[in-house]
């Protein structure tokens, strides 16, 4: 079946900066819907506005991940094995169960999972657990993502982009 409408995307995974849904991969450039294997959309919101967005398009991810230390990969599979549950729904945290209306400031990541404009995943993580996933990675780790934002957020004042732990690494 082929779907043209952009109306199956939820706008909150809608590019802010585009006011539209992400048509290209942050990362590399390439046209989204072109890759049959999906791609991947996280946003970090902030009392209703985004703070961080970004598309990473299959091979990108895991090309990224492929950088992610052995370690950390494993320390946060086996985190993810443990407390993510994946049937909670976009309105709580998927490893807390807190409900958004009541996670402070309104701070949380939301990922998502499309393949074209079909949402195959998505979940919330608030805040607090995201910062939590984030101490179980090691520096290293932590520096992909680091480069990861300056390569390509160029022109973005330091202190005006995010705090890497408080970035989603899925
Ligand atoms: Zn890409
Ligand atoms: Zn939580």
Known sequence: MEHDSENMIPAEFYSE?????????TR??????????GYQVGKVYRRGETIFEYALC??????MMDEVSAES????ENFQAEHLQLNLGRQFCAVC???RADIPDQEYSLAGIF????LIHSLTICGGCTEHMNSLLSQKTR????????ENFPGVPADALPDPNKILVM
């Open 58 to 63: 299959h091979p990108c991810h895991v090309k």
């Open 115 to 118: 393949e074209g404009v079909a």
């Open 143 to 150: 520096d992909v993502w680091r480069d990861f934002i300056n």
């Open 73 to 76: 990969r494993e320390r946060l």
């Open 17 to 25: 900066y585009e006011e539209r849904p992400f048509k290209s991969c």
């Open 97 to 99: 169960g807190i409900s």
């Open 28 to 37: 590399c450039g390439e046209t989204l819907k072109d890759f049959e294997d």
